[in-house]
């Protein structure tokens, strides 16, 4: 008996020490500079929870446990490897949906187990199941739209309607589970109907509103998570499960808030497809520019600002884009850049995209720290960024993106803008900067235009 409880301590006390690791590298991923480090701690605290699990009383098929942590291993690593930076948000998609159904798996073994929990786990072990299902099943949507695999909206008449009865239905049969355990038709059906609910929901959701879902999921394949820890009476899924939850709610309530949103307008207004309709009437003209004349510009500029969008990322642009800061930073050129908070689809996805290419730190400014500055700034350099630097949200009421911070890029004295044609954007809205008197166009790919740029700074 004294060595189930000393055994017992040491699994609880490990629990503890793992979730000190989760949180504590989560605190650490909240900066670009200590992101990496947190990443390693989070890795840690999973490394240590799993293996005291071994650990626990009663534990048994070890070697399927075994095998199962190879191929997730191995497949995790070989697709972190290869993914590549534009793919990350399918990517984080396919994970946080793989979570959610591991919860609703484990719910599913509960419920089915015939075991009564009482009113407490049982109502827990059901919510779990759902939401896990739910999860499982959007982000396998979002990660196919994401992918060009499906059309960005699937619409149909009565689709609310179909939801509200989908919801209903699974809600219904939640609470006669609580107190039937056992039942595997019910508990089939159950997660059935939660499996196609998540699917309904995400399938009118536009394109560009996926990354704003895919961290919805997330949220609540933590909230799961922890729901089914509970159950087992597991700290570490608890623990891990309730900050996952927190981390995806305030993610979400960011990037909702980045496009001045409210998420019940995401998930229910329809708009995100990546072709909404005929462009806005603006009047003016996109007016080209030669690559040897803005060279010219940039080499004798004071101030340059650079704004990257998803565009350089899929140009794979960042290397060439800081070669172009470094060589007018040595020009005495003062070159900073600036990054919205959804640029490039997800918080976070430009600032890495710049750290690997070597970007410091303290030249990459967030929205609120630069945005003073582009009124005395000689040239705004905007590569591959569109919807985030559209005036029409300050002065549009009309826009579907109207009051949505933007990069005020159009106070500059300058804009070139690096772009591949005249196409719109992403969320398929006309950018009215491209009209603009002081702006010009530079047309093709990133990478190839940052090269040109290069070359013709370095010949005057």
Request: charged share 10%; proline share 3%.
């Amino acid at each position: 008996m004294s060595e189930f409880v000393s055994m017992r301590s040491v699994i609880e006390a490990s629990y503890f020490i793992a979730a000190i690791l989760f949180i504590f590298g989560l605190k650490r991923m909240s900066s670009p500079v200590t992101a990496r480090g947190g990443i390693i701690w989070a890795g840690a605290g999973m490394v240590v929870a799993t293996l005291v699990t071994f650990l626990y009383p009663g534990m048994g098929n070890y070697a399927l446990m075994m095998v199962a942590i190879f191929i997730g291993g191995v497949l995790a690593w070989v697709s972190g490897k290869k993914v590549a930076m534009t793919n990350m948000p399918q990517m984080i998609a396919l994970y946080n949906g793989m979570g959610g159904g591991a919860a609703a798996a484990i719910a599913a073994v509960e419920l089915l187990g015939g075991e009564e929990h009482g009113l407490v786990f049982g109502t827990l072990a059901v919510l779990g199941g759902m939401i896990g299902a739910v999860s499982f099943s959007g982000s396998l949507i979002a990660f196919a739209k994401l992918q060009g695999l499906m059309k960005s909206t699937v619409r149909f008449g009565g689709q609310q309607l179909l939801n509200l009865l989908l919801l209903t239905a699974t809600v219904g049969l939640a609470g006669i589970i609580v107190f039937q355990h056992g039942d595997i038709n019910l508990v089939s059906v159950f997660f059935l109907l939660a499996l196609i609910l998540g699917v309904t929901m995400t399938l009118p959701i536009g394109g560009a509103d996926m990354p704003v879902v895919i961290s919805l999921y997330n949220a609540l394949t933590g909230l799961a998570v922890a729901f089914e820890g509970f159950v087992l009476q597991n700290a570490a899924m608890i623990i891990a499960g309730t900050v996952v939850g927190a981390a995806g709610t305030l993610l979400t309530q960011l990037m909702a808030k980045a496009m001045n949103r409210s998420l019940a307008n995401v998930l229910f207004s329809g708009f995100g497809d990546e072709v909404v309709g005929e462009a806005s009437d603006i009047s003016g003209s996109m007016k080209p520019i030669e690559a040897a004349d803005v060279g010219v510009m940039m080499a004798f500029a004071d101030k340059v600002l650079i704004v990257p969008g998803y565009g350089m990322a899929v140009a794979q642009a960042q290397h060439k884009v800081w070669e172009l800061a470094q060589l007018l930073i040595s020009r005495g050129v003062d070159v900073k850049f600036a990054i919205h908070p959804v640029a490039g689809r997800m918080p976070g996805h430009m600032n890495v995209l710049l750290a690997e290419a070597g970007v410091p730190y303290d030249i990459i400014y967030d929205q609120d720290e630069i945005n003073a500055e582009f009124a005395s700034a000689d040239v705004a350099l905007v590569i591959g960024a569109n919807d985030v630097v559209n005036p029409a949200a300050r002065t549009d009421p009309a826009s579907p993106i109207y009051g949505m911070p933007i990069l005020n890029a159009d106070h500059a004295k300058n804009v070139i803008v690096i772009k591949r044609g005249q196409g719109v954007g992403f969320s398929g809205i006309e950018n009215a900067l491209f009209f603009l008197d002081q702006t010009r166009m530079l047309y093709g790919d990133g990478q190839e235009m940052a090269s040109q740029l290069i070359q013709e700074v370095k010949s005057i």
